[in-house]
C-alpha cells in the first residue's frame, strides 16, 4: 500500500477558460497543475529530513517502502512489547516452578525471571509467528524456551573463567549470589529445560510436529559449537581481526534464531525463513553495537567504569565511535530492506520494523537493562 494523491488534501482551486481550451487541452493543463503543487505539497509535508524515497525504477516497491516506513513511526512497540512481557512472564513462571532439587530450582528462577529483562528473543518470536497470521499461542512455548537458552547463556558467559561479570539485569549475577558452582548447574538445567518445554507445551493443533523438529534444531544450532559458544570462545581468545565474527555470534544468533523460529512455527516459505535469519541478524548485532556506543559514551563522564576492561571486544574498542555508529546505519538499513520482503502481510510486519529503530534509538525505556 503507498501514499495516494486522492489522500492530499490541496487547498487549491483550478481555473480554466472554455473560451481558451478544448475539452482536450482542459484535461492536459489540469493534471500537470495537479501533479505540480501535489509534489510541491510534498516536499512542503516532508521536508528535506525525510527518510521516504520513491524511485521510478521500482514504484511498487518503494512506495510498499514508504507506506510501512511510515506506519512504523506510528506503531505503538512500547504498549505491544510491554503486554508481551507481562505475558512471557506469567508463562516463565509456571515453567520453572520450584521442585526438588529446591537450589538448582531457585537459582534457575533467579536469572530466568528477573525483573531487568526485556524479553527480546521470546518477543522477537511471537512478532514473527504473528506476521504470517498464526495464533501467538502457538509460539509462546518456544518464546518461553528462547528465554531460558538466553539466560542459561548469560549465567555461564558472566561465570568468572568467562567474561567475569559481577551483575546482570540490574542485579548481582547469578555466581555471585548463587556460587559458580550452582550457577554451572542453573545453566546446565536451563538448556534442556527449553527444548522439553516446546515439545510438551506447544499445541499439535497449531503446530504441527516436523514444525517443531525444525525449531528444535534451530536452537540447538544457535547455542552450539558453531553458533554462540563459537562466538564465545573467540570474545574469549581471539584478536581484532575476529571482532565481526564474536558480535554475529555472540549477538546475532540469539536475535536470529527467534525471528526463524517464529517464522518456522508459522509454516514460513524457505525464502521467507531465510529474510528472517538475515534480518534478525542485523537486528541483533545492531543492538550490541548501539549497546557499545553508548556505554562508551558513558565511560567519558565516569573514569572509573569497569567496562574499560573490554575495550578491544567491541566495534567501539577495535575501530572506535565514528566506525561504529557508521556500521549501525548500515546494519540498520541492512535489516529493513530485508523487510521488504514481507509487505505483502501489511500491518503485521510493523513489530518487525519497529525493533529495528528501537535497536538503534532506544526511543523509550522499559524500565530494564540487558
Not at 564465545?232 to 544468533?253: A, H, R, T, W, Y
Not at 534478525?280 to 567519558?300: C, F, H, M, P, S
Request: net charge neutral; hydrophobic share 40%; glycine share 6%.
Amino acid at each position: 500500500m503507498c501514499l495516494s494523491l486522492s489522500d492530499i488534501h490541496l487547498p487549491f482551486r483550478l481555473h480554466f477558460s472554455t473560451a481558451k481550451f478544448t475539452e482536450n487541452k482542459r484535461r492536459r493543463a489540469s493534471t500537470m497543475a495537479f501533479s505540480i503543487m501535489a509534489a510541491s505539497s510534498l516536499r512542503m509535508n516532508f521536508g528535506t529530513k525525510a527518510s521516504i524515497r520513491c524511485s521510478s525504477s521500482s514504484s511498487s516497491s518503494s512506495s510498499s517502502a514508504v507506506s510501512s516506513q511510515a506506519k512504523s513511526i506510528q506503531f505503538d512497540l512500547k504498549t505491544y512489547w510491554k503486554k508481551l512481557i507481562l505475558e512471557i512472564n506469567q508463562k516463565l513462571d509456571e515453567a520453572v516452578p520450584i521442585q526438588y532439587p529446591d537450589q538448582i530450582y531457585e537459582a534457575m528462577r533467579y536469572s530466568v525471571l528477573a525483573n531487568g529483562a526485556k524479553r527480546a528473543p521470546p518477543v522477537m518470536c511471537v512478532a514473527a509467528c504473528e506476521l504470517f497470521g498464526v495464533d501467538r499461542l502457538a509460539a509462546f512455548p518456544t518464546a518461553c524456551a528462547l528465554e531460558m537458552v538466553h539466560a542459561a547463556s548469560l549465567i555461564h558467559d558472566d561465570l568468572p573463567c568467562m567474561d567475569d561479570d559481577p551483575s546482570r539485569r540490574g542485579q548481582p549475577s547469578n555466581h555471585t549470589v548463587y556460587g559458580v558452582d550452582m550457577a554451572i548447574l542453573a545453566g546446565d538445567a536451563l538448556f534442556p529445560l527449553g527444548f522439553q518445554h516446546i515439545v510438551s507445551h506447544t499445541p499439535f493443533d497449531l503446530v504441527p510436529e516436523s514444525r517443531l523438529l525444525r525449531v528444535v534444531a534451530e536452537i540447538a544450532k544457535a547455542v552450539g559449537s558453531r553458533g554462540m559458544a563459537a562466538g564465545q570462545f573467540l570474545d574469549l581468545e581471539g584478536g581484532p581481526n575476529s571482532i565481526e565474527f564474536v558480535q554475529e555470534k555472540k549477538f546475532g544468533e540469539m536475535s536470529q534464531c527467534s525471528a526463524v523460529c517464529g517464522g518456522l512455527l508459522a509454516g514460513a516459505e524457505d525464502h521467507e525463513v531465510q529474510r528472517l535469519r538475515r534480518y534478525g541478524r542485523a537486528v541483533g548485532v545492531l543492538y550490541q553495537v548501539v549497546d557499545d556506543i553508548r556505554k562508551e559514551q558513558a565511560k567519558k563522564l565516569d573514569q572509573t567504569d569497569e567496562s574499560k576492561k573490554r575495550k578491544g571486544k567491541s566495534y567501539v574498542g577495535v575501530y572506535g565511535i565514528e566506525k561504529a555508529k557508521e556500521v549501525a546505519e548500515e546494519l540498520r538499513t541492512k535489516a529493513k530492506k530485508e523487510l521488504e520482503g514481507f509487505e505483502k502481510y501489511g500491518d503485521r510486519v510493523m513489530p518487525l520494523y519497529s525493533f529495528v529503530d528501537y535497536a538503534a534509538d532506544r526511543s523509550f525505556s522499559l524500565e530494564s537493562s540487558t
